[in-house]
């Protein structure tokens, strides 16, 4: 599969629609648990962190988490609840900008105490099968930024959907469901794909046919919704999936 390096060049306008959709998201999620007395710790995993920023300072995801819980300043300090985030960058140059920037730092350093930052250098699948049983023990917000298609398989997508108070946001490759839908390494991550729907299907449908795919690998009885919201960069279509539980996340999201 072809593979590009969103922090090589300035994010382009699809990428930072993504990340201000995640954005926007997140400071509807983060104040209903702050202000939820019970719960003891908030969860945000970002599997994909990248490198924090692009080249021109841009925010990625990383800042843009901590951006948002830096507004909420005067709420987290007087919530019963700890915040723990955990940032994953598999690639290792990445992985060390990530780790070493310096506007995580100083908030890390502002927040010591109530915002704690586990940083990985994992492989997804690795990281997150590691990391269920302690998902599934406090509300959690996932971002699934893959490059591509590949990581949000049948296994993986059964288990975000069995997590009980986890709210999760996944970004689709849509356009090489179209391009590598009838090749053997494809149909081994994605083996229910009807394949002739996709070749027939006009690129503007992909992330429809992409939708569709994944809501028919939810099992009768389980609650989670998921809804897209579909990007287009040049003659590619690309989108996100949001998934939640509950209807308040759903209304929040759309």
Known sequence: MPHKDLHDEPFDEGTITKLEIFEDYFKEWIPVFLKTKWIDTIQIYDFFAG?????NGCPGSPLRILNVLNKFQPVIETSNSKIKIVLNEYDKSKFEKVQTCV??????????????????????KELFNDKLIEISKNPSLL???QNGIKQVTNDV??????????DF?????????????????????FPDLNTVKVDKAEHSE?????LDYYRNLIPHGNKTKIYPFTLKKNVNVY??????????GVDKFL
Request: charged share 30%; aromatic share 18%.
């Open 51 to 55: 490198t924090g920023e692009d080249k």
């Open 103 to 124: 506007k995580i730092k100083e908030i890390i350093e502002r927040y010591k105490g109530i915002i704690n930052i586990e940083f990985y250098n994992k492989d997804f």
């Open 143 to 145: 971002f699934i930024d």
């Open 157 to 166: 997508f059964q288990d975000l959907l069995a997590l009980k108070r986890t």
């Open 169 to 189: 946001l996944f970004f689709v490759s849509s356009s090489y469901f179209k391009r590598f839908a009838k090749e053997p390494s494809f149909i081994q991550h």
């Open 206 to 210: 992909i992330h429809e046919i992409v």
């Open 239 to 248: 989108g996100l999936i949001f998934g939640s539980k509950h209807p308040l």
